[in-house]
């Protein structure tokens, strides 16, 4: 049963903490996506990677977030330092570009930032 | 920026009834997606309308793409418990030549038994 596996599930932290986030695409997907979900805004399109490569990081404040794909099995997402107002839900989401643009979403990681 | 605007925001109606949540745009798209999300986990997609005026059926589930591709319908016929969930729209701009999708805010549906 394929799925995209995101690590951790939840995670508490203190104020100005790092916080790194990880994603196991569907093997043989090529492209990866971040997502912040919360209340107010849903859900915001982060980053996104194809191949690999990044393609667009528009959605994600510079100075404090970073997204990598060191290898086609793993995504990461890290903040330094966090804030509170980075508390929300983190969705990776991964999916093939033969395959329509169907995207195969993680449970989520879950940030509370204190 | 194009934005897609879902309406109600939150529903809560009895079993058994019927209802239709609505996703509207300004913009033209040349796919729209509909997800359902529960609590505690990602969006999983439900169905992907393409050609202007499509409609498509899962079980009591109606899909309905408009005529001018811009905006889209859902309809649950007899409502269950199991319906209940954030349904979240998504399209593909036509323009974009990239895999981005652009979600709604979504709709929250409660089913009461």
Redesign the interface.
């Known amino acids: 049963d394929a799925r995209?596996t995101q690590t951790p599930r939840h995670k508490v932290t203190e104020m100005g903490q790092e916080v790194t986030m990880r994603c196991q695409p569907i093997l043989g997907h090529n492209?990866v996506?971040w997502?912040r979900q919360t209340m107010m805004?849903?859900?915001e399109?982060l980053a996104?990677f194809?191949n690999r490569a990044p393609?667009?990081d528009s959605g994600m404040p510079k100075d404090r977030f970073s997204a990598e794909m060191p290898d086609a099995t793993l995504a990461t997402l890290k903040i330094q330092p966090s804030e509170p107002r980075d508390s929300a839900v983190y969705?990776c989401?991964s999916?093939s570009?033969l395959g329509?643009?169907?995207?195969?979403?993680?449970?989520?990681t879950r940030l509370s930032v204190l | 920026t194009q934005l897609l605007e879902q309406s109600p925001q939150f529903l809560s109606i009895q079993e058994g009834e019927n209802l239709t949540v609505y996703c509207n745009s300004s913009s033209v798209f040349s796919?729209l997606?509909w997800y359902r999300q529960e609590p505690?986990?990602?969006?999983?997609?439900l169905v992907?309308v393409v050609t202007g005026g499509e409609v498509k059926k899962l079980k009591r589930l109606t899909f309905q793409f408009g005529d001018a591709r811009k905006d889209s319908s859902l309809h649950i016929t007899a409502a269950q418990p199991g319906d209940t969930g954030l349904y979240?729209c998504a399209g593909?701009a036509v323009s974009d030549r990239?895999?981005?999708?652009i979600?709604?805010?979504?709709t929250r549906l409660h089913i009461l038994p």
């Open positions: 995209v492209t996506f997502y805004q849903g859900l399109l996104y194809r393609l667009d969705f989401a999916g570009t329509g643009n169907i995207q195969y979403f993680g449970a989520g | 796919s997606q505690g986990e990602g969006p999983v997609l992907t979240l593909e990239d895999d981005k999708i979600f709604g805010k979504g």
